[in-house]
Protein backbone atom coordinates (compact mmCIF):
# COMPACT_ATOMS: atom_id res chain seq x y z
CA UNK A 1 0.00 0.00 0.00
CA UNK A 2 1.19 3.84 -0.71
CA UNK A 3 3.07 5.52 2.09
CA UNK A 4 1.66 8.77 3.10
CA UNK A 5 2.70 11.51 5.18
CA UNK A 6 1.04 11.05 8.46
CA UNK A 7 -1.58 13.18 9.46
CA UNK A 8 -1.53 14.39 13.24
CA UNK A 9 -4.06 16.11 15.24
CA UNK A 10 -2.29 20.16 15.17
CA UNK A 11 -3.21 20.89 19.07
CA UNK A 12 -1.20 18.10 20.37
CA UNK A 13 0.64 15.98 17.61
CA UNK A 14 -1.29 12.53 18.16
CA UNK A 15 -2.48 10.62 15.77
CA UNK A 16 -6.17 11.63 14.15
CA UNK A 17 -8.62 9.09 16.17
CA UNK A 18 -11.04 7.25 14.14
CA UNK A 19 -14.90 5.79 14.48
CA UNK A 20 -15.19 3.35 11.44
CA UNK A 21 -19.22 2.30 11.04
CA UNK A 22 -19.83 0.00 8.05
CA UNK A 23 -22.55 -3.54 8.53
CA UNK A 24 -19.47 -5.45 6.54
CA UNK A 25 -16.37 -6.25 8.89
CA UNK A 26 -14.48 -7.03 5.93
CA UNK A 27 -15.14 -3.03 4.74
CA UNK A 28 -14.19 -2.03 8.54
CA UNK A 29 -11.11 -3.96 8.66
CA UNK A 30 -10.08 -2.31 4.94
CA UNK A 31 -10.82 1.15 6.08
CA UNK A 32 -8.82 0.57 9.54
CA UNK A 33 -5.83 -0.93 7.62
CA UNK A 34 -5.96 2.75 5.31
CA UNK A 35 -6.45 4.56 8.20
CA UNK A 36 -3.15 3.26 9.86
CA UNK A 37 -1.01 3.80 6.65
CA UNK A 38 -2.00 7.59 7.09
CA UNK A 39 -0.86 7.17 10.78
CA UNK A 40 -4.62 7.16 11.92
CA UNK A 41 -5.49 5.07 15.06
CA UNK A 42 -8.76 3.01 15.12
CA UNK A 43 -10.50 3.91 18.55
CA UNK A 44 -13.92 1.93 17.86
CA UNK A 45 -15.88 0.57 15.15
CA UNK A 46 -19.50 -0.10 14.75
CA UNK A 47 -21.99 -2.12 12.42
CA UNK A 48 -25.00 -0.12 12.63
CA UNK A 49 -26.15 3.86 13.09
CA UNK A 50 -27.73 3.34 16.59
CA UNK A 51 -24.41 1.34 17.85
CA UNK A 52 -22.52 4.16 15.64
CA UNK A 53 -24.37 7.05 17.88
CA UNK A 54 -23.75 5.06 21.12
CA UNK A 55 -20.39 4.34 20.32
CA UNK A 56 -19.34 8.43 19.40
CA UNK A 57 -20.82 9.14 22.88
CA UNK A 58 -18.48 7.24 23.88
CA UNK A 59 -15.14 7.99 22.37
CA UNK A 60 -15.35 11.46 20.96
CA UNK A 61 -13.20 10.46 17.98
CA UNK A 62 -12.12 13.02 15.36
CA UNK A 63 -13.56 11.28 12.49
CA UNK A 64 -16.22 9.36 11.97
CA UNK A 65 -15.88 7.21 8.40
CA UNK A 66 -19.64 6.28 7.64
CA UNK A 67 -21.53 3.94 5.43
CA UNK A 68 -24.80 5.05 4.42
CA UNK A 69 -26.82 1.36 3.73
CA UNK A 70 -27.03 -0.58 6.85
CA UNK A 71 -29.24 -2.05 8.80
CA UNK A 72 -31.61 -0.92 11.62
CA UNK A 73 -30.33 3.12 11.49
CA UNK A 74 -28.92 4.09 8.64
CA UNK A 75 -25.90 6.16 7.80
CA UNK A 76 -27.41 9.15 6.79
CA UNK A 77 -29.95 9.67 9.73
CA UNK A 78 -27.30 8.57 12.43
CA UNK A 79 -24.47 11.57 10.93
CA UNK A 80 -27.93 13.71 11.60
CA UNK A 81 -28.05 12.27 15.49
CA UNK A 82 -24.86 13.29 16.06
CA UNK A 83 -23.87 16.33 14.53
CA UNK A 84 -27.33 17.60 16.17
CA UNK A 85 -25.49 16.44 19.55
CA UNK A 86 -22.01 17.57 18.57
CA UNK A 87 -21.96 20.45 16.28
CA UNK A 88 -18.01 19.89 15.47
CA UNK A 89 -18.15 16.48 14.90
CA UNK A 90 -16.39 15.50 11.57
CA UNK A 91 -18.32 13.03 9.70
CA UNK A 92 -17.31 11.42 6.19
CA UNK A 93 -19.55 9.37 4.62
CA UNK A 94 -18.12 6.02 2.75
CA UNK A 95 -20.49 4.86 0.38
CA UNK A 96 -20.89 2.82 -2.55
CA UNK A 97 -24.38 4.43 -3.15
CA UNK A 98 -23.39 7.54 -4.57
CA UNK A 99 -26.24 9.31 -6.54
CA UNK A 100 -26.65 13.60 -6.11
CA UNK A 101 -29.44 12.97 -4.02
CA UNK A 102 -27.82 11.17 -1.37
CA UNK A 103 -24.47 13.35 -1.06
CA UNK A 104 -26.91 16.40 -1.06
CA UNK A 105 -29.12 14.80 1.75
CA UNK A 106 -25.99 13.55 3.49
CA UNK A 107 -24.24 16.71 3.93
CA UNK A 108 -27.22 19.02 4.22
CA UNK A 109 -27.32 16.78 7.67
CA UNK A 110 -24.21 17.28 8.59
CA UNK A 111 -21.93 15.25 6.93
CA UNK A 112 -18.42 17.02 5.95
CA UNK A 113 -18.02 14.83 2.74
CA UNK A 114 -18.70 12.20 0.84
CA UNK A 115 -16.07 9.45 -0.63
CA UNK A 116 -17.88 6.74 -2.94
CA UNK A 117 -16.64 3.00 -2.79
CA UNK A 118 -14.66 1.48 -3.81
CA UNK A 119 -11.90 3.68 -1.90
CA UNK A 120 -9.07 4.84 -3.69
CA UNK A 121 -6.65 5.32 -0.67
CA UNK A 122 -5.49 8.68 -2.25
CA UNK A 123 -8.63 9.65 -2.25
CA UNK A 124 -9.66 9.22 1.24
CA UNK A 125 -6.20 10.61 2.20
CA UNK A 126 -6.62 14.22 0.81
CA UNK A 127 -10.64 13.84 2.11
CA UNK A 128 -8.97 13.52 5.60
CA UNK A 129 -6.59 16.34 5.59
CA UNK A 130 -9.49 18.77 3.87
CA UNK A 131 -11.71 17.53 6.63
CA UNK A 132 -9.07 17.75 9.29
CA UNK A 133 -8.13 21.54 8.11
CA UNK A 134 -6.94 23.76 10.77
CA UNK A 135 -6.95 20.68 13.03
CA UNK A 136 -4.68 18.73 11.29
CA UNK A 137 -0.94 18.85 10.24
CA UNK A 138 0.69 16.35 8.08
CA UNK A 139 4.52 15.32 9.29
CA UNK A 140 6.01 17.11 6.18
CA UNK A 141 4.97 20.69 7.39
CA UNK A 142 1.88 20.25 4.23
CA UNK A 143 -0.57 21.51 5.96
CA UNK A 144 -3.85 20.63 6.42
CA UNK B 1 -35.81 -6.43 -19.51
CA UNK B 2 -34.92 -3.22 -20.63
CA UNK B 3 -31.29 -3.19 -21.73
CA UNK B 4 -31.01 0.31 -20.07
CA UNK B 5 -31.48 -1.20 -16.33
CA UNK B 6 -28.81 -3.78 -16.97
CA UNK B 7 -25.93 -1.92 -18.78
CA UNK B 8 -24.92 0.08 -15.39
CA UNK B 9 -24.60 -3.23 -13.67
CA UNK B 10 -21.98 -4.93 -16.54
CA UNK B 11 -20.19 -1.71 -16.29
CA UNK B 12 -19.75 -1.06 -12.30
CA UNK B 13 -18.75 -4.85 -12.59
CA UNK B 14 -16.66 -4.26 -14.81
CA UNK B 15 -15.15 -0.85 -13.19
CA UNK B 16 -15.15 -2.34 -9.42
CA UNK B 17 -13.65 -5.63 -10.32
CA UNK B 18 -10.56 -4.45 -12.28
CA UNK B 19 -9.97 -1.71 -9.78
CA UNK B 20 -9.66 -4.26 -7.12
CA UNK B 21 -7.71 -6.83 -9.20
CA UNK B 22 -5.44 -4.57 -10.55
CA UNK B 23 -6.26 -6.39 -13.73
CA UNK B 24 -8.70 -6.74 -17.02
CA UNK B 25 -12.19 -8.11 -16.79
CA UNK B 26 -14.04 -9.40 -19.61
CA UNK B 27 -17.76 -10.27 -20.20
CA UNK B 28 -18.28 -14.06 -21.12
CA UNK B 29 -21.78 -14.82 -21.11
CA UNK B 30 -25.32 -12.86 -21.20
CA UNK B 31 -28.66 -14.93 -21.02
CA UNK B 32 -31.79 -15.02 -20.17
CA UNK B 33 -32.67 -17.31 -17.06
CA UNK B 34 -36.43 -18.67 -16.61
CA UNK B 35 -35.40 -21.39 -14.41
CA UNK B 36 -34.29 -20.71 -10.62
CA UNK B 37 -30.65 -19.93 -10.43
CA UNK B 38 -28.50 -22.07 -8.96
CA UNK B 39 -25.76 -21.14 -6.62
CA UNK B 40 -22.21 -21.79 -8.14
CA UNK B 41 -20.16 -20.69 -5.49
CA UNK B 42 -19.84 -18.06 -2.83
CA UNK B 43 -22.74 -15.61 -3.31
CA UNK B 44 -24.52 -12.59 -1.87
CA UNK B 45 -28.27 -11.07 -2.61
CA UNK B 46 -29.65 -7.52 -2.73
CA UNK B 47 -32.77 -6.01 -2.94
CA UNK B 48 -34.15 -3.41 -4.15
CA UNK B 49 -37.08 -1.47 -3.84
CA UNK B 50 -39.33 1.76 -5.46
CA UNK B 51 -39.64 2.46 -9.00
CA UNK B 52 -37.44 -0.33 -9.92
CA UNK B 53 -37.99 -3.81 -7.87
CA UNK B 54 -36.21 -7.22 -7.86
CA UNK B 55 -33.59 -8.69 -6.63
CA UNK B 56 -29.50 -9.25 -7.64
CA UNK B 57 -27.60 -12.01 -7.13
CA UNK B 58 -23.61 -11.98 -6.83
CA UNK B 59 -21.86 -15.09 -7.21
CA UNK B 60 -18.59 -16.35 -7.47
CA UNK B 61 -16.56 -19.13 -7.84
CA UNK B 62 -14.83 -20.75 -4.26
CA UNK B 63 -11.87 -20.51 -5.67
CA UNK B 64 -11.92 -17.05 -7.22
CA UNK B 65 -13.53 -15.58 -4.03
CA UNK B 66 -10.84 -16.85 -1.79
CA UNK B 67 -8.29 -14.75 -4.18
CA UNK B 68 -10.76 -12.03 -4.17
CA UNK B 69 -10.97 -11.97 -0.87
CA UNK B 70 -6.93 -12.27 -0.41
CA UNK B 71 -6.48 -9.41 -3.18
CA UNK B 72 -8.80 -6.90 -1.90
CA UNK B 73 -7.94 -7.87 2.00
CA UNK B 74 -4.64 -7.41 1.23
CA UNK B 75 -4.08 -10.73 3.34
CA UNK B 76 -3.58 -14.36 2.51
CA UNK B 77 -7.01 -15.92 2.73
CA UNK B 78 -7.57 -19.40 2.75
CA UNK B 79 -11.02 -21.79 1.89
CA UNK B 80 -11.12 -22.43 6.02
CA UNK B 81 -11.46 -18.50 6.39
CA UNK B 82 -15.29 -19.13 5.20
CA UNK B 83 -16.28 -15.99 7.22
CA UNK B 84 -14.04 -13.62 5.34
CA UNK B 85 -14.47 -15.00 2.11
CA UNK B 86 -18.18 -14.89 2.27
CA UNK B 87 -17.91 -10.90 3.91
CA UNK B 88 -15.78 -10.14 0.81
CA UNK B 89 -18.22 -11.45 -0.99
CA UNK B 90 -20.96 -9.33 0.25
CA UNK B 91 -18.55 -6.40 0.07
CA UNK B 92 -17.77 -6.70 -3.37
CA UNK B 93 -21.32 -6.89 -4.28
CA UNK B 94 -22.56 -3.91 -2.01
CA UNK B 95 -19.46 -2.07 -4.26
CA UNK B 96 -20.55 -3.04 -7.46
CA UNK B 97 -24.53 -3.17 -7.19
CA UNK B 98 -24.18 0.16 -4.81
CA UNK B 99 -22.05 2.13 -8.28
CA UNK B 100 -25.02 0.48 -10.43
CA UNK B 101 -27.70 2.09 -8.22
CA UNK B 102 -26.14 5.66 -8.51
CA UNK B 103 -25.98 5.43 -11.89
CA UNK B 104 -29.88 4.34 -12.51
CA UNK B 105 -30.61 6.79 -9.46
CA UNK B 106 -28.98 9.72 -11.44
CA UNK B 107 -30.63 9.13 -14.68
CA UNK B 108 -33.86 9.59 -13.35
CA UNK B 109 -34.66 6.36 -11.54
CA UNK B 110 -35.78 6.23 -7.79
CA UNK B 111 -35.32 3.29 -5.47
CA UNK B 112 -33.89 2.39 -2.49
CA UNK B 113 -31.19 -0.52 -2.43
CA UNK B 114 -31.02 -2.64 0.79
CA UNK B 115 -27.97 -4.30 2.49
CA UNK B 116 -26.48 -7.39 0.66
CA UNK B 117 -27.14 -10.52 2.57
CA UNK B 118 -25.61 -13.72 2.12
CA UNK B 119 -27.05 -15.98 -0.10
CA UNK B 120 -26.60 -19.65 0.83
CA UNK B 121 -29.83 -21.55 -0.31
CA UNK B 122 -28.24 -23.97 -3.29
CA UNK B 123 -31.68 -22.16 -5.54
CA UNK B 124 -32.93 -19.17 -5.77
CA UNK B 125 -36.40 -17.83 -6.60
CA UNK B 126 -37.98 -18.41 -9.99
CA UNK B 127 -38.09 -15.99 -12.14
CA UNK B 128 -41.46 -14.52 -13.22
CA UNK B 129 -42.96 -12.88 -16.50
CA UNK B 130 -42.40 -9.18 -13.91
CA UNK B 131 -38.73 -10.10 -13.46
CA UNK B 132 -36.97 -11.95 -15.79
CA UNK B 133 -33.38 -12.89 -15.21
CA UNK B 134 -30.24 -11.84 -16.61
CA UNK B 135 -27.13 -13.90 -16.03
CA UNK B 136 -24.02 -12.07 -16.55
CA UNK B 137 -20.78 -14.46 -16.44
CA UNK B 138 -17.29 -12.46 -16.08
CA UNK B 139 -13.78 -13.21 -16.69
CA UNK B 140 -11.07 -11.92 -13.81
CA UNK B 141 -7.97 -12.48 -13.53
CA UNK B 142 -9.37 -14.27 -10.34
CA UNK B 143 -11.62 -16.75 -11.97
CA UNK B 144 -15.38 -16.33 -12.92
CA UNK B 145 -18.01 -13.94 -11.36
CA UNK B 146 -21.43 -14.45 -12.10
CA UNK B 147 -24.30 -11.75 -11.73
CA UNK B 148 -28.00 -12.65 -11.87
CA UNK B 149 -30.16 -9.95 -12.41
CA UNK B 150 -34.09 -10.07 -12.07
CA UNK B 151 -35.55 -6.73 -11.98
CA UNK B 152 -39.33 -5.08 -13.07
CA UNK B 153 -39.57 -1.30 -13.36
CA UNK B 154 -42.99 0.32 -11.82
CA UNK B 155 -42.68 3.92 -12.80
CA UNK B 156 -43.17 6.40 -15.81
CA UNK B 157 -40.16 6.73 -18.36
CA UNK B 158 -37.32 8.45 -16.02
CA UNK B 159 -36.00 9.82 -19.11
CA UNK B 160 -38.99 12.02 -20.75
CA UNK B 161 -39.90 12.47 -16.96
CA UNK B 162 -36.42 14.18 -16.03
CA UNK B 163 -36.59 16.28 -19.54
CA UNK B 164 -39.90 17.59 -18.06
CA UNK B 165 -38.30 18.66 -15.40
CA UNK B 166 -35.76 20.56 -16.91
Redesign the interface.
Known amino acids: MEKFAPVKRSEDGQPVRYLIVDDSVFARKNLARMVETFGGQVIGEAGDGVSAISEYDRLTPDIVLMDITMPQMEGIEAAEKIVRAHPNARIVMVSSVGYQENIVAALQRGARHFVQKPVKPEVLYEVIKYVMRDDGTTARGAGA | MRMDLIQPFINSADA?LA??LQSPVSIETLSMEEEAYRRKGVAAEVFLTGEIEGRIIFDVDLEAAVQL?SH???VEVSETDD??VR??V??LA??????A???L??QGFHFH???PTQHTSEQGSKSSEDTEALVMGFNTSSGNVFMNVALCYHGGPAVERSAVAG
Open positions: VQGALGGDLEACENQIIGNVTANDVRP
